[in-house]
């Protein structure tokens, strides 16, 4: 549905500009182009370090997929690994590692599970990695935020650019035109990345990455449930408030 919305407001638009004879091409100006895309993402490199404009812009393809987080699937496995522990001890669980199904966080709370972490320790271990992996999404989200910001400002730098130029050629209604035109296309690009793309990816960013961490969340209650030696109907009783969750 990302992909919808955003095909639909580029469909508005570009109808609206075509209703009384508006031409698609005045849409088009490269300077105007250049002003904005450059100067926003120029602001946000000097804002943000690179690492995290990194793993912001491989994380935008986000916008066009939809995470699979199988929370039924995650809430069988942790009970059924609940009763193997307490029939075989945690090292029976060590073969389960094996499984490439498991992403990251699984993984490493198990291991900590099968190398006998004492329940508390493992507690903090596990809230340490979800308060980590929060504050890497939520500054991932910032990036987008930021460019949303940036982006009508610049827009506007943009308009002022092309007045200048149209200023110095009053006597040119040529260059005139093409400097007016800079000026107005350049404020549309800054207020169109920012309400329609680069605003509603930062939220929908963070929409997601607060799916994940649910998801991680039940991966956490069940692995201390287990550490803690609970019964099955104990844990069965702490995972099914997740287990209805869809995507």
Same mark, same amino acid.
């Given at each position: 549905?990302?992909?919808?919305?955003?095909?639909?407001?580029?469909?508005?638009?570009?109808?609206?500009?075509?209703?009384?004879?508006?031409?698609?091409?005045?849409?088009?100006?490269?300077?105007?182009?250049?002003?904005?895309?450059?100067?926003?993402?120029?602001?946000?490199?000097?804002?943000?370090?690179?690492?995290?404009?990194?793993?912001?812009?491989?994380?935008?393809?986000?916008?066009?997929?939809?995470?699979?987080?199988?929370?039924?699937?995650?809430?069988?496995? &942790? =009970?059924?690994?609940? @009763?193997?522990? #307490?029939?075989?001890?945690? %090292?029976? !669980?060590?073969? /389960?590692?094996?499984?490439?199904?498991?992403?990251?966080?699984?993984?490493?709370?198990?291991?900590?599970?099968?190398?006998?972490?004492?329940?508390?320790?493992?507690?903090?271990?596990?809230?340490?990695?979800?308060?980590?992996?929060?504050?890497?999404?939520?500054?991932?989200?910032?990036?987008?935020?930021?460019?949303?910001?940036?982006?009508?400002?610049?827009?506007?730098?943009?308009?002022?650019?092309?007045?200048?130029?149209?200023?110095?050629?009053?006597?040119?209604?040529?260059?005139?035109?093409?400097?007016?035109?800079?000026?107005?296309?350049?404020?549309?690009?800054?207020?169109?990345?920012?309400?329609?793309? &680069? =605003?509603?990816?930062? @939220?929908?960013? #963070?929409?997601?990455?607060? %799916?994940? !961490?649910?998801? /991680?969340?039940?991966?956490?209650?069940?692995?201390?449930?287990?550490?803690?030696?609970?019964?099955?109907?104990?844990?069965?009783?702490?995972?099914?408030?997740?287990?209805?969750?869809?995507?």
């Amino acid at each position: 549905m990302a992909l919808v919305g955003l095909l639909l407001a580029l469909l508005c638009i570009t109808l609206a500009q075509l209703w009384h004879g508006g031409s698609l091409w005045g849409l088009l100006d490269v300077p105007a182009l250049l002003i904005v895309l450059g100067g926003t993402l120029g602001a946000v490199l000097l804002q943000t370090p690179w690492p995290q404009c990194r793993a912001a812009f491989r994380a935008s393809a986000m916008l066009f997929r939809n995470p699979h987080w199988p929370f039924q699937e995650q809430a069988s496995r &942790l =009970l059924r690994w609940s @009763n193997e522990a #307490r029939q075989a001890g945690f %090292l029976a !669980l060590e073969p /389960r590692l094996a499984n490439g199904e498991l992403d990251a966080f699984t993984r490493q709370g198990l291991q900590w599970l099968v190398d006998g972490t004492e329940p508390a320790a493992l507690e903090q271990l596990l809230d340490n990695e979800l308060d980590r992996l929060e504050e890497q999404k939520e500054l991932e989200a910032r990036v987008f935020e930021a460019m949303g910001g940036y982006s009508p400002t610049i827009g506007i730098v943009g308009a002022v650019l092309g007045l200048i130029q149209a200023m110095s050629h009053l006597d040119d209604p040529n260059r005139l035109g093409a400097g007016i035109a800079v000026a107005f296309v350049a404020t549309l690009y800054g207020v169109g990345f920012a309400n329609l793309l &680069l =605003l509603p990816l930062a @939220n929908r960013l #963070r929409a997601q990455y607060r %799916l994940e !961490l649910r998801y /991680r969340e039940l991966t956490a209650i069940g692995l201390l449930a287990i550490a803690r030696g609970e019964g099955s109907l104990a844990v069965s009783r702490q995972l099914g408030q997740y287990q209805g969750m869809r995507q």
